[in-house]
């Protein structure tokens, strides 16, 4: 017998039919003699409406209220879940992040989680129970509701299985797995049947929104195997593990890419010491947050410095240099929101020195002009002309044979 | 400086619109110098709505789950409204009834508060905070939501407002007040400045469903007015006080009236102990609910009893005397769904004799007959056919003279 944690996403329970099937689901999962616990998120829609009720009403409110809002979705689903359980004949009990007990700081809507009791929750498996759990919320020092911020339930669940040493975080959502690629960008995409913490992290945060980063850090940190899977099949999905665990250690695992980056060049400004500093301070204290920085050699005492912020942020950006400019003395300013940024990401990097250079090469064979270059241990990251995106990726997953079953060994 | 409870209901927190004309209300009270506390029930519609998706879930779903369930729509409307009061430059916090804290018992649904907390509440208050409750709500001793029943907001800031020593607790509704008798069925209808505790008692079982009965109770035991009044407008509504604050003391203050009920008479039965606890005792353990209870004098031994219950569970109550008839032994059952009660109530019977032969004979004298009869010290109900109910309201408001400014001392 072992003991499961389903975690299943707005979309899978999104209208009382769909409630229905993911009880089948979890019920099914008890009867082959598991002791199950389910984290869900709100249904579908919800947390927006509730949202735009709350912008509507006040714009600038606060986030203590907000959390207490917002916090009703997972309330709603988790009672709805636990009733249509009971209808198939199981026991079933939902509990709220405050009798979890999910304890987290006080930063409301972003909260982090410091403590996980999970006295309850043991007492109700043992007393034969499923336990529906709400996600995304949980209970600060005040005895306040806070939420984990979006797409907070998949770490309510991962912690949750970390906190009662759960053999499996199953994640249901509504695609089946993590794939290469983007399948509407490259129909070659194949779906992982493996991946490991960090690669998942670096996939994460690039844009491959299936899981929230903080989960799978959690996951990583705990060693809680992650099962992303769909809940509208059976079939299996991809499983996020350990590094030793990985079936496939491919050199690249995936390609991301995203559109939200545009890039500014601050030229001539003097190099030395604290001009950075101003620069980039300036620009969090705005709250936009920068994701590459890169700074050339100097010339004649003057360098340049680029960086990417959110097109969103764009505008804001320029302004905010514009502000600071007396102090840094920039010849100028130069930006450019129309790039994408396009990464590779893989464990095997470590080992393997030319695959960077494999990807500047594939890229130029194309005529696509690398504007920016960013790497970490296990990621490639470049930035390129917005238009040539799709296309970029479509010949980074044939250069690196992400396609093929078993291929992606081959150097 | 005085400390004010104000209670909005479903409709008066039915929009975004209607919120801000809450918080309005509320920042203007304040403003005027009192500390205020607001307590709120869902968003008209709401509760409804979540009752609803439980029934399609599972018609039979457990209570802790419904209560777990539709006590988000207090925790949506008390959060959105403190944001509405913020977004006017006043300080607001919301709390959960958790949070208050207001204790119940274990009876999900129909709980009944066991203790009030306050302490936080009070904090909050002394912290410049317009403190927003939400209505409807409790927590057990294991930590689980309970709820307190329908209309019990009114309940929850009644024991709020006597928790902490409210000044007054105004119930804000759709309704300006309370009525002689209501205005639907009788244009002379008139609305009154004051009752007295025990005659709302009367009115609110009787159908007059302006405020929970046991928001009334609590009110009486702990001696805090209750002021009745429109958020729609700003005129007074009616102050629910002890006997002796009443400024009018009128002989009867008002006439209720009831169509939900059927009679049943079951005829012949012998005249021995036992046999009304065994009808009684079979037909409660139905779940039906019986209201006024006739035995006539015996003959031969034998003898009539006759009963009022919902007209729903008529056929239902019939159906349960068929089946302990073999214990019972009656000769006959009789019903009859096309009936009415009408009732007069007033704190002034006490002290005046005729109070029910006048009654008896103003119906008398429009050729209305009497099926049953039942009194207490406050009231008198009489039983009549169903369509009589309206003109009977009207000539019994005539004869008590309830229309006319300060006439109904006279007798």
Redesign the interface.
């Known amino acids: 017998m072992g003991l499961v944690v389903q975690k299943y996403g707005g979309t899978s329970v999104g209208s009382?039919e769909r409630?229905?099937n993911v009880a089948r689901r979890v019920v099914k999962t008890m009867r082959e003699g598991n002791q199950v616990i389910v984290v869900v998120s709100a249904m579908a829609g919800e947390t927006d409406r509730?949202i735009n009720?709350?912008n509507?009403?006040?714009p600038?409110?606060?986030r203590?209220?907000?959390d207490?809002?917002v916090?009703?979705?997972e309330?709603?689903s988790?009672?709805?879940l636990?009733?249509?359980i009971?209808?198939l004949g199981a026991k079933?009990?939902?509990l709220?992040g405050?009798?979890v007990t999910i304890r987290t700081d006080c930063d409301h809507s972003r909260a982090r989680i410091t403590e996980i009791g999970g006295h309850?929750v043991k007492q109700a498996l043992n007393d034969g129970n499923i336990v529906v759990v709400a996600g995304f919320q949980g209970v600060n020092e005040n005895?306040?509701i806070t939420t984990l911020g979006r797409g907070g339930s998949d770490t309510s669940a991962v912690a949750v299985a970390a906190a009662l040493n759960a053999d499996v975080c199953e994640i249901y959502t509504d695609v089946d797995g993590i794939y290469t690629t983007d399948p509407n960008v490259c129909d070659q995409a194949r779906k992982l049947t493996h991946i490991s913490y960090e690669e998942m992290l670096e996939l994460a945060s690039l844009g491959a929104k299936v899981l929230q980063i903080r989960s799978v850090e959690f996951a990583k940190k705990y060693g809680i195997p992650i099962h992303v899977r769909s809940s509208f099949s059976d079939s299996p999905g991809t499983v996020v593990c350990k590094e030793e665990e990985c079936m496939e250690k491919a050199i690249v695992s995936g390609i991301a890419y995203s559109k939200n980056d545009s890039k500014i060049t601050i030229c001539g400004i003097p190099d030395r010491p604290g001009i950075a500093a101003s620069i980039f301070s300036a620009i969090a204290d705005k709250g936009i947050v920068v994701d590459m920085i890169i700074q050339n050699i100097s010339a004649d005492g003057l360098t340049d410095l680029t960086f990417t912020v959110p097109k969103l942020d764009y505008g804001h950006a320029l302004e905010t240099i514009d502000e600071i400019n007396d102090r840094i003395g920039a010849c100028e300013v130069v930006g450019d929101r129309n790039i994408a940024k396009v990464s590779i990401v893989g464990i095997g990097m470590r080992t393997h020195a030319n695959v960077a250079s494999r990807m500047f090469a594939a890229l130029a064979r194309e005529n696509i002009n690398i504007k920016m270059i960013s790497t970490s241990e296990i990621k490639v990251s470049c930035v390129i002309e917005e238009k040539y995106t799709e296309l970029a990726v479509r010949i980074l997953h044939q250069e690196f044979e992400l396609a093929g079953e078993d291929t992606n060994e081959d150097d």
Do not use: K
């Open positions: 009382v409630i229905r509730l009720l709350a509507e009403i006040n600038e409110h606060n203590r209220e907000h207490m809002l916090s009703s979705g309330q709603v988790s009672s709805l636990a009733m249509a009971e209808a079933a009990i939902s709220l405050s009798q309850r005895g306040d």
